[in-house]
């Protein structure tokens, strides 16, 4: 074989090798988007009265992660179709917790789970199921 005939094979190869680890497939939504919220540091605003010892501590915004939650189903994992959000009121900043919020997808009830990651208000948005 030539020199030439060698390198054409050679860059053929080398061509190939390029090729074949490139992929057209897109690679799959994570199965969690972490956000940050600001945790709220009293109880919520429908209750009355003044004692603290009622309140649960820092807990979460409910309205504040029902948009939040919102936003990642539409935009990190592409859900079409999301209507009404509902977490639950006075949820814990707590590390490690979990909790969900349902959500509607086309009309269907959904669940999303909520996995909190840290003491500063970070959690986990898991995909709808």
Do not use: H, W
Not at 26 to 38: D, E, I, L, Q
Request: glycine share 10%; hydrophobic share 35%.
């Amino acid at each position: 074989m030539s020199r030439r005939a060698v390198a054409t094979v050679g860059l053929c190869c080398a061509a190939f090798a390029t090729l074949a680890a490139c992929s057209d497939t897109p690679a799959p939504a994570p199965a969690t988007k972490t956000v940050t919220v600001p945790p709220t540091t009293s109880a919520s605003p429908g209750t009355s009265g003044g004692s603290s010892s009622a309140a649960p501590g820092r807990v979460f915004d409910p309205r504040t992660m029902q948009a939040d939650v919102r936003k990642i189903l539409t935009e990190t994992y592409q859900v079409r179709e999301v209507g009404d959000v509902l977490c639950p009121a006075n949820q814990t900043v707590k590390d490690g917790s979990t909790f969900t919020c349902t959500v509607q997808v086309g009309g269907e009830g959904k669940t999303v789970t909520i996995t909190v990651t840290g003491d500063d208000g970070r959690y986990e948005v898991g995909a709808p199921a």
